[in-house]
């Protein structure tokens, strides 16, 4: 069967133009059903094994404010990709890394390719890609998008991480004992609704409802669990 | 649920992200970010403390540039007028003929023209701010206070392109994300003061302020602010369909460029050719009406040589609406300049023009005779003024309105709240000048 890889990252980090070196051109162009975003689909083989490419809209976070997050956002969470890429440029990595704690939180099983790795070294940039990949606990790729610079390895990757699948992430944002608490709290209501549970990674659906995400809320509405939370959140207010 | 919530956790989760992110960063990270230029500009003016003061100062030169470059091109075309008006009424045998050609066309279009030249210039210096890339970032820096002000950060630039003119600055307004943020960005910004607007606060402040009329001038452009906002907060507080906060602000600071000529240039003459075109149509339409109005029935105002503009047509119906804008202290002469102006902003100056009966050779003379008129004191003259800013957008914007918000709900809104507010705030003045002792 074929693997279904997502790429996703911020506006001009070279996105397009990886997932067009990795399909080889052929972007089979459609819209995202219902919506006006335009949605790329593509095929690559590589050692044999088959890849689905879907090029998400580019996004800095993955709020439910617009649109294109919306959608990049519910395509990871519904369709559960086997691979998510995430396209990082190396020269801005601080404003980057936000989009990849976010899907870290979604548990997407997500492969980094650090993107203009050229232009972050002649900026001066020295990046520790193996430390990187420790510390967030998810592989890493430099690549230079316009001479197609590490797209094999990007691919090799890619196809190790399709087969070892989602393994427990090990970074997990702290937001404090407070709010951790909290949090757990509604991840174990939220865990009661087995339905729910199944549908989405509860540490996120908490985390979410939390910062009062309009489709989170919405989600929450219909459940079960709803009437726990209720009580979680006003016995916080006090 | 949303009630109890509030904001606290989304701002303090976005905030642990970023922590987490520059603990790791040092980790991976070597080698010090060598400053390039942008970056030490940027340091500057997207400092925190200095960001504002700094925009302030821009604002405050774009406007000085504005006036001071166009005082002698505004010179030019009154030079040039006035021999038109002279050549005109010379040759021309007919009485109606040539008072129809020297006071109305030439005495009401060129009154307006004139000001041709300060419009072009505030376009320029914006095209100039905005293609050097310091537009982008003034956006940056007012983002922290617009937010606490209910307001997007993108809402910014729309509302400083109000200044020019508010159809773009509405138009602009599509770059906002959520339709609420843009909707409301949408209603408040005619209070932001354009250019149609400014000839009204030259011809009305300099007759009636005196040496406070810079001052004036100034205080209106922050009275549209400031009400701007007011409103902004007000809407967002009791309309229900505006509740909850503005989405957060991500904007891509473009790269600081050297402004090309060919570009700057095409950028004001596009914005300055639609005074142009509305001057051409609509302010020119408008003139003929008023001078129409104004000079009929002509045996009745025309007596013996003298002009008795009391027996015009527009006297009759000025004196008819004139009740609705006693308590403000305008005569039938500001009433009906006002009724003229939701055409366009700028015919309040063209009908003024034509009420004192102005030849064209002195289009300057206006400010003078509005002074020896006495129809306003300064108290009166400023609530006038403020009036004009507020009481309804001109017709193009209210079109641009309805058709960007697509809804007559919405434009119907916008055109009540902005009279009854226009009401409320010129009284205020009134009142408050007759408190302090001045009538």
């Known amino acids: 069967m074929a693997i279904r890889v997502a790429v996703i990252g911020n506006p001009n980090v070279g996105k397009t133009l990886i997932f067009n070196n990795l399909i080889g051109g052929k972007a089979h162009v459609g819209n995202w059903p219902g919506k006006t975003v335009e949605k790329k689909e593509g095929k690559c083989v590589h050692k044999g094994v088959e890849m689905k490419i879907i090029d998400l809209p580019g996004t800095y976070s993955l709020t439910a404010n617009s649109i294109d997050e919306l959608v990049a956002r519910n395509y990871i969470v519904e369709e559960k990709p086997d691979v998510v890429i995430d396209i990082v440029d190396s020269s801005n990595l601080e404003r980057n890394l936000y989009l990849t704690l976010q899907l870290l939180e979604l548990e997407a099983n997500i492969v980094i390719a650090l993107n203009k790795f050229d232009i972050a070294r002649d900026l001066g940039y020295e990046i520790d890609v193996n430390e990187l990949s420790k510390l967030l606990g998810i592989p890493v790729v430099p690549t230079v998008a316009t001479t197609k610079e590490g797209m094999e390895e990007l691919k090799d990757v890619v196809l190790k991480a399709a087969r070892e699948k989602r393994k427990k992430r090990k970074i997990e944002v702290s937001y404090g004992k407070k709010f951790d608490e909290l949090i757990l709290k509604i991840q174990r209501a939220i865990e009661k609704d087995e339905e729910l549970s199944k549908k989405y990674p509860t540490r996120w659906l908490a985390i979410k409802v939390l910062e009062a995400d309009e489709e989170a809320l919405k989600i929450v509405d219909r459940s079960t669990c709803k009437h726990e939370i209720v009580n979680q959140l006003l016995e916080m207010k006090g | 649920m949303r009630e109890i919530l509030g904001e606290d956790a989304e701002v303090a989760f976005a905030e642990r992200r970023y922590a987490v992110i520059s603990e790791i960063l040092p980790k991976v990270l070597k080698g010090a970010k060598p400053l ?21 100062a821009l604002w ?23 021999w038109l008006g002279e050549t005109t009424s010379g040759a021309i045998a007919n009485e109606q003929i040539a008072s129809f050609l020297s006071d109305g066309i030439f005495g009401g279009l060129g009154g307006v023209l004139v000001f041709l030249p300060p ?116 809407f967002r507080r009791v309309i229900p369909y505006f509740k909850g906060k503005p989405s957060p602000f991500i904007l891509e600071l473009p790269m600081y460029a050297k402004p090309t000529l060919r570009n700057t240039l095409i950028h004001m003459w596009e914005r300055g050719v639609l005074f142009l075109k509305k001057a051409g149509t609509i302010i020119f339409l408008g003139i003929i009406v008023v001078w129409l109005l104004s000079s009929y029935p002509w045996n009745a105002v025309h007596v013996e040589g003298e002009f008795l503009l009391e027996n015009s047509y527009l006297a009759m119906f000025g004196k008819t609406i004139e009740p609705i804008f006693r308590p403000l202290g305008f005569n039938w002469m500001g009433a009906v300049a006002l009724f003229f102006g939701f055409i366009a902003k700028e015919i309040v100056v063209g009908t003024f023009a034509t009420l004192f009966g102005l030849q064209a050779e002195e289009a300057e003379e206006v400010i003078p005779a509005l002074k020896s008129s006495g129809i306003f004191t300064p108290v009166t003259g400023l609530a006038f003024m403020a009036f004009t800013l507020i009481y309804l ?47």
Do not use: Q
Request: proline content about 3%.
């Open chain 2, 36 to 56: 390039t230029r942008s970056d030490m500009l940027d340091k500057a003016l997207l400092n925190k403390y200095l960001g504002i003061p700094i925009f302030l």
């Open chain 2, 119 to 234: 419009i072009f210039f505030l376009f320029l210096g914006l095209a100039i701010l905005e293609d050097s890339g310091y537009l982008a970032r003034a956006a940056f820096v007012a983002d922290r206070i617009m937010y606490k002000l209910g307001l997007h950060g993108k809402s910014f630039i729309p509302m400083l392109i109000g200044f020019g003119c508010n159809i773009p600055g509405i138009m602009a307004t599509r770059t906002i994300d959520r339709e609420e943020d843009r909707i409301l960005t949408i209603l408040v910004n005619p209070l932001m003061s354009c250019s149609a607007r400014l000839p009204v606060y030259i011809l009305v402040g300099g007759a009636v302020l005196g040496g406070y009329a810079a001052a004036g001038v100034y205080s209106m452009y922050i009275l549209g602010i400031a009400l701007a906002v007011l409103m902004a907060l007000l």
């Open chain 2, 393 to 439: 957008p001109c017709i193009a914007t209210i079109g641009v309105i309805y058709r960007e918000t697509n809804s007559w709900k919405w434009t119907l809104f916008t055109v009540i709240y902005e009279l009854m507010l226009a009401y409320v705030v010129a009284m205020a003045i009134v009142w408050i000048g007759g408190l302090l002792g001045y009538a």
């Open chain 2, 60 to 82: 405050w030169a774009l406007f000085r540039f504005t006036f001071d470059v166009s005082a002698p091109f505004s010179d030019l075309i009154d030079m040039f007028f006035s």
